[in-house]
């Protein structure tokens, strides 16, 4: 690619990835620092793993050179482009990754509240009372979905295929349980800001 003297760190995004594919080493140094901070940070969002989100932005810098002659400038910025690629790779990556689900009896010792302080164990104890006392009085399939998702950590798209149910009622059940729980469980007259 004839680059008439313009150092590759000088192109613009477009002249970048069109020079990506020439396999010009300065031409792809210059992309991967131009744009690896906002992979990164795409798919750092979305898995919450940096070791993974490396993975996931070295993933995206490899399709992009595979894929550079299909990039569409009418439908958005090379910066666009690269971070919704990031973010597709990252979403599915932590889609198939299997929830880990818990024990309500492993959550109690998680917490850990107690050791082997008395008092601390009593209010802890209470506390999970009044949790229990709270769910139990929420609708049973507002209670169930609030569980999946608090203690075995299942998304509302799990939810709704484990309970046959479409998606945007998994979501309703879930913040609605969780609203009635926080406001059965915050302190009278606290300020929750």
């Known amino acids: 690619m004839a680059r008439i003297g313009l150092p590759a760190e000088r192109m613009d995004d477009g002249a970048l990835l069109a020079g990506l594919s020439s396999g010009e080493p300065d031409v792809g140094l210059a992309f991967v620092r131009r744009f690896q901070r906002q992979v990164f940070g795409a798919a750092l969002a979305v898995v919450g793993d940096p070791g993974l989100a490396e993975d996931i932005a070295q993933q995206t810098f490899e399709r992009a050179w ?5 990039f569409d400038a009418t439908r958005g910025s090379v910066r666009s482009w ?3 690629i ?14 880990a689900p818990l024990d309500p009896a492993d ?6 509240a107690a050791g082997d302080d008395p008092a601390a164990a009593s209010a802890h104890a209470e506390a999970v009372a009044e949790l229990r006392r709270e769910l139990s009085s929420l609708p049973a ?3 169930r979905a ?5 203690v075995y950590g299942l998304t509302a798209q799990e939810i709704a295929t484990a309970e046959a149910i479409p998606l945007g009622t998994a979501k309703t059940r879930i913040r609605a349980g969780m609203q009635k729980l926080r406001a059965a469980l915050a302190p ?3 300020d929750r800001g």
Not at 66 to 70: D, G, I, L
Not at 107 to 112: E, P
């Open 82 to 84: 690269l971070t919704a």
């Open 66 to 70: 595979r894929k550079a002659a299909s």
């Open 146 to 150: 609030v569980v999946m998702a608090a």
């Open 107 to 112: 959550l109690v010792r998680l917490v850990g």
């Open 86 to 99: 990031a973010h597709n790779s990252a979403v599915d990556a932590v889609r198939g990754r299997p929830p």
């Open 141 to 143: 399939e507002q209670a």
């Open 188 to 190: 009278a007259g606290g």
